[in-house]
């Protein structure tokens, strides 16, 4: 019962996140529409602010009207329309082409201004003359050439006060769009600029901000791989990153002869295929998947569609614009009301994250009000519905990042603390079982050592008794004498081995060379006993390592006591050290019978030796480089047969305040 009623006020708050991000998507619609809109706003002031020059042009269709010929008066009448009227010359053409040339004519009455009078003329498709008083002030391309000429860019021109004229002559045979579609701006120079630096650090934002989530959507699935829809909201936002840089790319005038407008046009349905792709991801189960496929194959036919239109249809069929059109508001018209339809049952079943869908219905409710204003909205001075949806998509998905990092940042706290009690739970486990281990070895060593003395002691009774062993028994003693021998070995073995690990002297700080100088000290009875040469040299100054002093002294005893038992007397071992930033290096150099090569890869294993006689095998250079190890240290040797032998050790350096 209790769960029920979790799950009721779960989705009552995800309807109403729901909700409230799309009526805050109807607000700022409405505030855009009669606020900043070049159809709505009432000013024909420009001294007082900026003023479209939407409304009242004289249009001259199909033909390209010099200012001097419009004044002759031998023309024909143009019909008077208002920017954005149509998208094309098709309505104008007895062949409903949507190709062809027009002359655009509107006269002005400005007054003084200080600062000076600045038209804001959008793009016009796809080639233009721009007349002042008779003054070609601007030429865009070519527009009477055969092909025509294209060249689309943003321009500013400077008006004078006074009686204005203004002719704009255009011409498009490629692109979809043909003429003056957007309305020019007029204002003030400084009213204009600040307009024009609003408009791009606007843009700017609606660019870099939703690259930056992209960047972000992308790094975390590449590092974590949590969720598909990650790397899909990623894609998103690139694809809308791409598309609004299109102002940019208008200012700067790089057409590159239609690839602009195809770049911007293929990003567009890109991004829709991939919202459509996420819905799929986050709303599987409400419809049949038929409906998702069909949805997703559309979309992504439309992403593609841009360039064999373009590049194919259009040439060959002008007529087919008027077709492309009608797809691409379908398309959109489509995918909006599946985004919100979608959004809407995926939050009333809870089917995924109310950010995701909260982000998906608002860019759908963009997408839709954006076909709905169409012809009757365009910015005064910022975006489209759409890019405002898009950008509003973009911060309900960086919601949805802060939130996973949370979660994922407890998440790890947890796994971290659990893991923390896991590992000291196995360390006092194994740390016991290791206790009880080398408790049971020493008490078996200890228990087994005195019946294999005693199977030693018979075997020398029976052969020195005086009892007649023929050749057959005399081999059975010889065998029983081996292996009672090699069990001694090993039981010895056990119990040095034993012994050296139950060092539980604490580590400490030493002098290196203090130590080396007390080590020389100890051992040099022992090649003096043997009639060997003992040399120490140490370099000045003060290099402290950290070990166990027993222990590391006992390693290095091991060392010496084997080099006295192989270096015949006359001969030498000699002790150096060097130091770097981050090391000792501290070598062990004598002139004895040396190591074959053979036993060199060996001679450090456990139980390895090359000595024949029986008694203690092999744990002394083992001893030695555990006994390194513990303390990341190293130990190697090099060795010529018959000459020379030498271990070289590596010991990390440490800080005097360890």
Not at 220 to 236: C, S, T
Not at 408 to 426: F, G, P, R, S
Request: net charge neutral.
């Amino acid at each position: 019962m209790k769960r029920k009623k979790e799950k009721s006020q779960n989705t009552k708050l995800s309807v109403l996140i729901l909700i409230a991000a799309l009526l805050c998507a109807a607000l700022i619609f409405s505030f855009c529409y009669f606020l900043d809109n070049k159809y709505q706003t009432s000013n024909t002031d420009p001294s007082k602010g900026l003023v479209p020059l939407a409304f009242q042009w004289d249009f001259y269709s199909g033909h390209l009207y010099t200012p001097k010929e419009l004044s002759s008066q031998s023309v024909q009448s143009p019909e008077t329309i208002f920017i954005g009227q149509f998208g094309n010359f098709s309505s104008h053409q007895p062949s409903h082409s949507p190709f062809g040339t027009a002359t655009y004519r509107k006269v002005l009455n400005l007054g003084t201004s200080q600062d000076g009078w600045l038209l804001q003329v959008p793009e016009i498709f796809s080639s233009c003359r721009i007349y002042v008083n008779q003054k070609l002030v601007r030429q865009m391309g070519t527009p009477d050439a055969k092909p025509v000429s294209r060249h689309i860019q943003n321009t500013l021109i400077s008006l004078p006060s006074g009686s204005v004229e203004l002719v704009i002559q255009t011409a498009n045979d490629t692109h979809y769009y043909s003429g003056l579609t957007y309305p020019p701006i007029l204002g003030t120079s400084g009213m204009v600029t600040n307009a024009l630096t609003q408009k791009l650090i606007f843009y700017a934002l609606l660019c870099f901000f939703p690259l930056g989530a992209a960047v972000i959507s992308m790094g975390v699935w590449i590092r974590k791989r949590p969720d598909p829809v990650f790397v899909a909201y990623g894609l998103v936002c690139l694809f809308f990153s791409v598309h609004v840089s299109y102002p940019f790319i208008h200012w700067l005038g790089w057409d590159l002869g239609g690839i602009s407008y195809l770049i911007e046009d293929v990003s567009y349905f890109a991004m829709l295929s991939c919202m459509v792709l996420l819905t799929i991801r986050l709303c599987s189960g409400i419809l049949p998947i038929k409906l998702h496929i069909f949805v997703y194959t559309f979309t992504a036919l439309m992403a593609v569609s841009p360039v064999i239109f373009t590049y194919a249809l259009f040439p060959a069929f002008p007529s087919v614009v008027n077709v492309y059109g009608t797809i691409v508001y379908t398309s959109k018209l489509m995918v909006s009301l599946y985004l919100v339809l979608l959004s809407l049952l995926g939050a009333v079943k809870e089917k995924s994250s109310i950010w995701l869908l909260a982000g998906n219905a608002v860019f759908g409710f963009g997408l839709f009000t954006d076909l709905w204003t169409g012809g009757a909205y365009e910015p005064l001075r910022f975006g489209w519905q759409d890019e405002y949806s898009g950008f509003l998509m973009v911060l309900f998905f960086m919601v949805l990042i802060i939130r996973y990092n949370r979660g994922l940042i407890v998440k790890n706290q947890q796994l971290t603390q659990h893991l923390q009690e896991e590992v000291e739970a196995k360390t006092a486990h194994l740390s016991k079982m290791l206790e009880e281990r080398k408790e049971f070895l020493s008490i078996a060593a200890h228990d087994l050592k005195a019946p294999v003395s005693a199977i030693k002691t018979y075997i020398d009774f029976i052969r020195e008794g005086g009892i007649n062993i023929d050749e057959e028994l005399e081999q059975y003693l010889e065998i029983i004498d081996k292996k009672s021998s090699q069990i001694q070995s090993d039981i010895s073995s056990l119990q040095i081995f034993n012994a050296e690990d139950r060092i539980h002297e604490p580590p400490c700080l030493m002098d290196c060379n203090e130590f080396l100088s007390y080590v020389y000290t100890e051992t040099k009875p022992y090649t003096d006993a043997g009639g060997i040469y003992y040399y120490l040299r140490l370099p000045e100054g003060r290099f402290f390592i950290y070990h166990q002093k027993s222990r590391l002294f006992r390693a290095f005893e091991n060392l010496i006591l084997n080099a006295t038992e192989h270096t015949p007397p006359e001969g030498s071992l000699t002790i150096t050290a060097e130091y770097s930033d981050k090391e000792a290096v501290i070598t062990f150099t004598d002139t004895g019978e040396g190591i074959s090569p053979e036993d060199m890869p060996h001679i450090f294993d456990y139980k390895f030796s090359t000595k024949n006689s029986p008694g203690t095998r092999g744990l002394g250079l083992y001893f030695v480089r555990i006994s390194l190890e513990e303390y990341s240290g190293t130990i190697k040797a090099i060795s010529e047969k018959g000459r020379y032998t030498a271990f070289t050790i590596t010991l990390p350096l440490a800080k005097q305040e360890h």
